[in-house]
């Protein structure tokens, strides 16, 4: 278990250093996330290895939605102002999320039943 969290700060804190020298616009969890993606297609960590960890952080992830939570509750009178507005952008980026997701997955699926 210590390993796979190992594992897991090690793809962080690469992705902040990529983004502390980079200075791109991605957050560095972002790009953390992306290597750990790069490094299980191409085999060089396996699933195994980070399974624990992730099974253990995915348990409570409801706990890690608090301070979202908490936050949102600030701006209640700008949702109150904006909320017709706010619930289009979220309905509209919802649907295009989606969608590319079904598109990448489409995608994925065609290359790995030729591999």
Same mark, same amino acid.
């Given at each position: ?7 897991l ?7 902040? /250093?990529? &983004? +502390? $020298? =980079?200075?791109?616009?991605? *957050?560095?969890? @972002?790009?953390? !996330?992306?290597?750990?993606?790069v ?17 253990? /952080?995915? &348990? +409570? $992830? =409801?706990?890690?939605?608090? *301070?979202?939570? @908490?936050?949102? !509750? ?42």
């Open positions: 278990m210590l390993k796979a969290f190992l594992i700060f090690l793809f962080l804190g690469l992705g902040e /250093l990529i &983004n +502390y $020298l =980079v200075e791109t616009p991605v *957050p560095g969890n @972002v790009w953390g !996330m992306i290597l750990i993606f490094a299980l297609k191409v085999k060089l960590i396996t699933l195994e290895s980070v399974k624990p960890a992730s099974d253990t /952080l995915l &348990n +409570y $992830l =409801v706990l890690f939605f608090i *301070p979202f939570g @908490v936050g949102l !509750m600030s701006y209640f009178d700008f949702i109150k102002s904006y909320w017709i507005i706010l619930l289009v952008a979220v309905g509209i980026s919802t649907l295009i999320t989606l969608y590319v997701t079904a598109l990448i997955q489409q995608k994925l699926e065609k290359n790995d039943s030729v591999l």
